[in-house]
């Protein structure tokens, strides 16, 4: 009654109409309260159950924990980062050295002091192959004086020193 | 309904998702005489009532991945349940192979479910009932049946349908209605 009233509240001006609406709703509740439903055969619930289990997606362990493996965006973007720079230095023909390439720092050092600059490393190695512990030095004899350029290295094991002047 | 029952919804689906047949047996048993009696209600025909009922548990074993155990299990049930039925209504109404009233009732009287040897009466009111259903559109008929056969409350009707509270009560008073005229002039006939 309390929530056929509160369906019905504006459809009636008083509670004697709203009482007499109710009551002849009466019988079709009761109808409705004959209305049974069947019941399932349990053969056929079986049934049911086995061609519903069997239809749902049969993935693999292995498939599911490496979908739930990519479905992290940011692990994915790394993996896609990683995989683009090695792709990047194959295509390149460059081998990838991993056990650790040299830094900045070993590629070309520079020695300071107030009036000159030392550079060596692996860069001026390289670049002057024939001489042994190559270095270039950049100094100047005062704070107004020009620059002056010279390679130092040494040859046949230390013994021939060659200073040049660049 | 749970009391019955020592594991929770929420553990036998976590087993059904690890793949655990058992707990999906576990599961449905627990649920299947609701499913069917809302598919029965909102479908109406007995022929169809099983295939609707298969397919929410199809969708049900598929779907139970993206169930978060923080919500009703039951809730997300009745709702796969209620649009399922809807959809497979609709669906059975367009299509060209629809058949009146009239072959239902013959279908009722028949089918394993309801024998033949019922008094005439009942099956008779069945019927009128059945019509009656019949005649309300197919949301109406769902919001009605969930609140008066199922008893559940009006805020989640209006969540499984997705409209609002105010919407759900009109579809109920408009059933009420619909269902008094009909049953009273056919009843009566």
Redesign the interface.
């Known amino acids: 009654m309390e929530e056929f009233e509160?369906?019905?509240h504006d459809s009636f001006e008083s509670q004697e109409e709203l009482l007499s609406e109710y009551n002849?709703?009466l019988?079709?509740f009761e109808?409705?309260d004959?209305?049974?439903?069947?019941?399932?055969?349990s053969r056929?619930?079986a049934q049911?159950?086995k061609?519903?289990?069997q239809?749902?997606?049969q993935e693999s362990s292995w498939f599911l924990i490496l979908l739930d493996f990519f479905r992290k965006p940011a692990l994915t973007f790394a993996i896609g980062i990683v995989t683009g720079c090695i792709l990047m230095s194959v295509v390149m023909n460059d081998s990838i050295d991993l056990a650790g390439t040299a830094s900045a720092d070993e590629l070309l050092e520079v020695e300071h002091t107030r009036y000159s600059q030392t550079y060596k490393g692996k860069i001026i190695d390289d670049f002057y192959s024939e001489f042994e512990n190559p270095e270039i030095v950049v100094e100047k004899a005062g704070e107004t004086a020009p620059e002056q350029r010279t390679f130092h290295g040494t040859l046949d094991n230390g013994e021939i020193y060659v200073v040049w002047n660049l | 309904m749970n009391q019955q029952y020592p594991v929770s919804d929420e553990a036998l689906i976590e087993a059904v998702k690890k793949g655990d047949?058992n707990a999906?047996?576990w599961l449905?048993?627990r649920h299947?005489?609701r499913i069917?009696?809302i598919c029965?209600?909102i479908v109406l025909d007995?022929l169809q009532v099983?295939d609707c009922?298969?397919e929410v548990?199809?969708k049900?074993?598929?779907n139970i991945d993206r169930f978060q155990c923080s919500k009703s299990f039951a809730a997300w049930l009745n709702t796969v349940t209620a649009n399922t039925a809807i959809d497979y209504y609709r669906k059975w109404i367009k299509h060209d192979n629809h058949v009146g009233s009239d072959d239902i009732r013959a279908r009722a009287m028949t089918?394993?479910?309801?024998p033949g040897d019922r008094k005439l009466d009942?099956a008779l009111?069945?019927q009128?009932?059945?019509e009656a259903l019949e005649k309300i559109s197919v949301n109406q008929r769902t919001a009605f049946i969930l609140r008066?056969y199922e008893d559940l409350p009006v805020a989640e009707i209006a969540e499984t349908l997705g409209c609002s509270e105010g919407a759900v009560?009109t579809h109920?008073?408009r059933s009420?209605l619909a269902?008094?005229a009909k049953?009273?002039g056919k009843?009566n006939q």
């Open positions: 509160e369906l019905f002849s709703f019988s079709t109808r409705l004959q209305a049974a439903v069947p019941e399932l055969s056929r619930k049911i159950f061609q519903s289990w239809g749902r997606p | 047949r999906a047996a449905y048993n299947i005489d069917h009696r029965c209600r007995p099983q009922v298969q548990w199809l049900v074993f598929r089918t394993d479910e309801n009942g009111i069945q009128r009932i059945r008066y009560r109920i008073r009420l269902l008094r049953l009273a009843l």
